[in-house]
């Protein structure tokens, strides 16, 4: 509306908010009395400004609403939504058993671990909270939630002679094993892409999987870091693989010992199943005794 159409309604305005005085001087509200024959001009101009002034400013806050009315929420707010998923995502999983679906038989939760004294193939612990064990007759331990893309971080402890693995997808199996000091590697050794095996008439390998650049396993007994950068395989409309399994990146204590290595199919008897675009991070507790704390697991973009 323009100022011009407006001027009737704010005349009637100005009236409306001016009452005459007994001494026969007006009296506008929020001003001081003016004589009743001077300055009557400059009294309606003042509210009538003010009035403009108010209506200007409802017509915009109208205005306003109606652009903002399906839009997304503030970056502020966007930006507090990211950080409390960031939060979640990157919680300790090892805390407790509660990120992992039954059965969960065979792991327990503990403060610490160490090599048992009376046995070097054996662990010590604690009991309490932050490090979760198998001491090597636990079930396969699997995340409740099921990724594709992910970083995996955790930290693992394994005594002499142990052997366990981390699985992505539950069926991509990065080694865990007591390979200290040994020379030439395959893929049964620590942090190797596990070979292809099959279960009858005896298990068996059958390949030798894809060997870690270099032998980066510590002693048994010390505790060893993980890093797993995993893309999962790519499947078309109608189901059909279009990209392999590959792992971008796999660090052990420090040292890169795969990068962009794709997998053609999944790891050890395992590789007769289908292969899924998705599925849950898998940890072996029945070859052996196994401790992992500081568990992370991330999920990746395209």
């Known amino acids: 509306m323009s100022l011009a159409l407006a001027r009737p309604a704010l005349l009637c305005l100005e009236a409306s908010r001016m009452s005459l005085s007994e001494n026969g001087r007006f009296v506008a509200a929020g001003f001081y009395s003016v004589p009743r024959g001077r300055c009557r001009g400059l009294v309606i101009a003042v509210a009538g400004f003010f009035a403009a002034a108010a209506w200007l400013l409802a017509a915009n806050g109208v205005q306003a609403g109606e652009e903002n009315r399906g839009k997304a929420p503030s970056d502020t707010a966007a930006a507090a939504s ?20 039954d059965p969960k038989d065979g792991w327990l939760a503990c403060s610490d671990v160490a ?9 010590a612990f604690e009991p309490g909270r932050g490090i979760l064990l198998s001491l090597g007759e636990g079930k396969d331990l699997m995340t409740k ?3 594709r893309d992910c970083r995996v971080e955790l930290e693992f402890v394994i005594p002499k002679g142990s052997n366990a693995g981390v699985k992505l997808n539950g069926c991509y199996e990065i080694q865990i094993l007591d390979s200290f000091g040994k020379t030439k590697l395959t893929g049964s050794d620590c942090g190797g ?13 059958i390949d030798d999987g894809v060997p870690p650049r270099v032998n980066a396993c510590r002693e048994p007994g010390q505790w060893q870091s993980l890093v797993i950068v995993f893309r999962a395989p790519r ?13 971008d990146l796999v660090k052990l204590n420090g040292q890169v010992i795969h990068e962009n290595q794709e997998v053609a199919y999944p790891t050890g008897h395992a590789w007769h199943n289908a292969e899924k675009p998705e599925g849950p991070v898998l940890f072996q507790g029945d070859h052996g005794p196994v401790a992992i704390k500081n568990l992370r697991i991330v999920p990746l973009t395209e």
């Open 82 to 101: 990211t950080a409390a998923s960031a939060t979640a995502s990157t919680a300790d999983l090892a805390d407790s058993l509660d990120a992992f679906r």
């Open 235 to 247: 499947f078309d409309a109608a189901g059909k693989k279009t990209a392999n399994a590959r792992f």
């Open 115 to 123: 090599i048992d004294p009376k046995t070097p193939k054996k662990l």
């Open 193 to 205: 892409i596990y070979p292809r095996a099959e279960l009858r008439p005896r298990y068996r390998t």
């Open 145 to 147: 939630q099921n990724y």
